[in-house]
């Protein structure tokens, strides 16, 4: 037996296929359509719609007859009402949807990208102490609980819940814990030399010392220099293995640098790049790249130590001059 869709059942239906957009009851009976924390729209039943947008694009979309003033707002240009009654209001209802879609998506980008089977980024945030380079971080998509990797002040954890949330959050280094994301509550685990200054700004469920494996899928590999607690990530998510570095190792205009602090010790930064040199990786997922450019670099096991062995001398020679 065919059944005949309502009219919102069909625009819900659509526009919740879009990339990014989540859809929900609101505080007032209507069903509202966000990217991120940005309404795009909402239905009030099969009735109506309503939407917001600016003066000038309104003015348009008034003069060609596809919106009328909001009830609530009659003598405002901005708010914006649009009737249902037969299928050209539905198809137009879609597509004033899709025109606030687009306007969100080019300025602000999608609170999460799909990078990878599986592996999704946020949006990128200029790093404050160096504008040319952007941070970003990582939601690993996993049977038996999602991981969130690395911290960003303005990750968006509403994002994530079509794709079933976060269950824990690890740092790489302590330093991330300055960009902490309020709205991110989930379990947080750290390496125990960096625990004392993440827990400055960020709860902290649990700590660790040793190399492991958690869950089969997911490695949790000590490797201090860049700061005492610093820890990479090697998760094999059954078509490819990423390995996370933070700040150990990262990406400036494509190329793979150090970030070799005052503080830091060089040594133990050698060795830990020795570490990393001998694991298998396919996908190279530090915090930090430059503006514009991907947030990760493919590789294989000989371009992979052709580039370690090269920043790893560049860390020796500099720590002999010093």
């Known amino acids: 037996m065919s059944t005949t869709r309502s009219a919102s059942q069909r625009i819900i239906e659509e526009v919740t296929s879009w990339p990014g957009v989540e859809a929900g009851p609101g505080r007032r009976g209507e069903f509202a359509f966000r990217v991120g924390r940005r309404e795009i729209g909402h239905l009030h039943g099969d009735r109506a719609a309503h939407f917001s947008?600016?003066?000038r694009v309104w003015a348009d979309l008034f003069a060609q007859g596809?919106?009328?003033?909001?009830?609530?707002?009659?003598?405002r240009e901005g708010p914006a009402a649009r009737?249902?009654?037969g299928e050209?209001?539905?198809?137009?209802?879609?597509?004033?949807?899709?025109?606030?879609?687009?306007?969100?998506?080019?300025?602000?980008?999608?609170?999460?990208?799909?990078?990878?089977?599986r592996l999704y980024a946020s949006r990128p945030e200029p790093l404050s102490f160096a504008r040319s380079l952007a941070i970003r971080a990582f939601l690993l998509?996993?049977?038996?609980?999602?991981?969130?990797?690395?911290?960003?002040?303005?990750?968006?954890?509403?994002?994530?819940?079509?794709l079933g949330g976060i269950s824990r959050q690890y740092l790489n280094h302590h330093h991330e814990a300055l960009f902490a994301a309020d709205s991110v509550s989930a379990p947080l685990f750290v390496h125990d030399a960096d625990r004392p200054a993440v827990a400055e700004r960020m709860h902290v469920r649990g700590g660790f010392s040793k190399r492991h494996v958690f869950e089969d899928d997911l490695e949790v590999i000590p490797i201090p220099g860049h700061t005492p607690g610093?820890?990479?990530?090697?998760?094999?998510?059954?078509?490819?293995r990423y390995l996370f570095t933070g700040d150990t190792i990262y990406l400036r205009d494509g190329e793979w640098v150090t970030a070799v602090l005052d503080s830091s010790d060089r040594e133990a930064y050698v060795e830990s790049l020795e570490l990393i040199r001998g694991l298998d990786f396919d996908v190279l997922v530090p915090w930090a790249a430059t503006t514009g450019q991907?947030?990760?670099?493919?590789?294989?096991?000989?371009d992979a130590g052709r580039r370690i062995d090269a920043i790893a001398a560049r860390v020796r020679d500099s720590s002999l001059s010093s």
């Open 53 to 55: 947008f600016p003066k």
């Open 66 to 75: 596809r919106v009328v003033h909001h009830p609530v707002f009659p003598d």
């Open 83 to 85: 009737g249902i009654e």
């Open 88 to 117: 050209d209001d539905v198809r137009d209802v879609i597509e004033l949807m899709r025109l606030n879609y687009g306007r969100v998506v080019d300025r602000h980008g999608l609170p999460l990208e799909r990078i990878g089977e």
């Open 141 to 162: 998509q996993r049977e038996r609980g999602n991981v969130l990797i690395y911290s960003t002040e303005g990750f968006e954890a509403a994002a994530t819940k079509p």
């Open 230 to 240: 610093a820890t990479a990530y090697l998760w094999d998510s059954g078509e490819r």
């Open 294 to 302: 991907q947030p990760y670099a493919v590789t294989d096991r000989d």
